[in-house]
């Protein structure tokens, strides 16, 4: 059983800041990526940022600049600082793990609302 733990979500100003902080526990083993994904209303499902097993980024042309992913492997926990924060970051974000050997699994949080308004 894996489980992934979500926090750092909530209401936040224009221009402000939030981390997020995922969590991976339970019976995981060979993580290989690690990475954020947002959803808004009437949107699809869109990749944020991930980070690799070598600590190797990617980043949405969105939020290049101003978010930063980066993971404790020790801890099978993943980050998302968000800065400069914008009302067209609003959305639920949501961690996923991808890990195995032979075979992958993708492993998902439940989400956490982000809202970026005055």
């Known amino acids: 059983q894996v489980q992934l733990a979500e926090s750092g979500g909530g209401l936040v100003q224009p221009g402000g800041s939030l981390r997020l902080s995922c969590a991976a526990s339970?019976?995981?083993?060979?993580?290989?990526?690690m990475a954020w994904y947002r959803q808004a209303p009437g949107k699809e499902r869109e990749l944020v940022a991930s980070i690799t097993s070598s600590r190797s980024t990617n980043y949405a042309d969105s939020v290049k600049g101003r978010f930063t992913i980066s993971r404790d492997n020790a801890k099978n926990t993943v980050y998302l600082q968000m800065n400069s924060l914008k009302p067209e970051d609003t959305a639920v974000y949501y961690c996923?793990?991808?890990?195995?050997?032979?075979?992958?699994?993708?492993?998902w949080g439940q989400g956490t609302q982000v809202t970026v308004s005055s």
């Open positions: 996923k793990v991808t890990s195995g050997w032979q075979i992958y699994y993708d492993y």
């Open positions: 339970g019976s995981i083993s060979g993580i290989k990526v």
